[in-house]
């Protein structure tokens, strides 16, 4: 059973640690909790990571081809719709391939939803070689993500990719 204290997280736990226990528990969470959870453990680590300031996910859409809509996400309020190829979200669910962007400012097509992300990570979450949905974060300072996080968050959406029902 899920329990809240599934996002209580040590002040300062180094990013790995948070990581790891995101991983360990993501079989039993949906997109909603995962995405709670992903914030709390993020804010929970040093900086640059506490400033991440969106966090969340997009889900193809089923009624639409070559489009992403808003699914669970903790932040400000997001743009509803992407169009695959179309900024940092949309490459990642064209390409199938992770987009760490240390500078938005410099990726072609940057969608401006918060002005205050400075960088990015997306994920594409890819299942049966179908992209499903992909996980979104963005941070306040430039240079915000890293491989360390790539490496996990890819795990992460691999977990995600199974655990949920698509």
């Known amino acids: 059973m899920v329990h809240a204290d599934a996002s209580n997280f040590e002040a300062g736990v180094s ?8 991983i360990e528990q993501a079989k039993a969470f949906n997109t909603a909790n995962a995405a709670a959870l992903l914030w ?6 040093p900086h640059p990571s506490n400033r991440v300031n969106w966090a969340g996910f997009y889900v193809s859409d089923p009624f639409q081809q070559d489009q992403l809509i808003l699914g669970p996400f903790q932040g400000k309020v997001a743009c509803q719709t992407i169009k695959f190829g179309r900024g940092v979200c949309g490459a990642a669910a064209a390409s199938q391939q992770t987009q760490l962007v240390p500078d938005v400012e410099e990726f072609p ?15 594409p979450i890819v299942r049966d070689g179908k992209l499903v949905a992909i996980i979104d974060l ?3 300072v430039k240079g915000g993500f ?3 996080d790539q490496k996990y968050l890819e795990e992460f959406a691999q977990i995600i990719a199974e655990a949920c029902d698509w």
């Not at 990013?15 to 995101?22: H, L, M």
């Not at 709390?40 to 680590?45: P, R, V």
């Not at 097509?109 to 994920?123: F, L, P, Q, Y």
């Open 15 to 22: 990013k790995s640690a948070a990581y790891e226990q995101i």
């Open 146 to 148: 890293d491989l360390e």
């Open 138 to 140: 963005d941070c306040a």
């Open 109 to 123: 097509g940057h969608i401006a939803c918060d002005g205050e992300s400075a960088s990015e990570i997306v994920v």
């Open 40 to 45: 709390h453990a993020l804010h929970a680590a």
